[in-house]
Nanobody, 120 residues
């Protein structure tokens, strides 16, 4: 029900925009979050956005570089990263749920993930 896209190989200092698209229009009423799983590490929440797009929340370490936004007419949530850093490497997942927080507990619909590799 959620599909991520936009991952790939990107050079440090570049930019990246990930997309999370839903096939269900009802998900426009859900909070959407982006999670990242770096190699050898646990998955962590990095950004989330309220259903209406008026409220956002970020992991402290990504503030200023990550921007989450949504277009409910397109059933799509975006995550823009600029500038990208090597530590951004990992699999990025989007998830739908309730509650504007970065813990996994409130998210019950997940995408399959998209790989992001930051390397020169």
């Amino acid at each position: 029900q959620l599909a991520e896209s936009g991952g790939g190989l990107v050079q440090p200092g570049g930019s990246l925009r990930l997309s999370c698209t839903s096939t269900r229009s009802t998900l426009r009423f859900a909070t959407i979050a982006w999670f990242r799983q770096a190699p050898g590490k646990e998955r962590e929440g990095v950004a989330c956005i309220s259903s209406g797009g008026t409220a956002t929340h970020y992991k402290d370490s990504v503030k200023g570089r990550f921007t989450i936004s949504r277009d409910n007419d397109k059933n799509t949530v975006y995550l823009k990263i600029i500038p990208v850093k090597p530590e951004d490497t990992g699999i990025y997942y989007c998830a739908a749920g309730v509650g504007l927080q970065l813990g996994e507990d409130v998210y019950n619909i997940w995408g399959q993930g998209t790989q992001v590799t930051v390397s020169s």
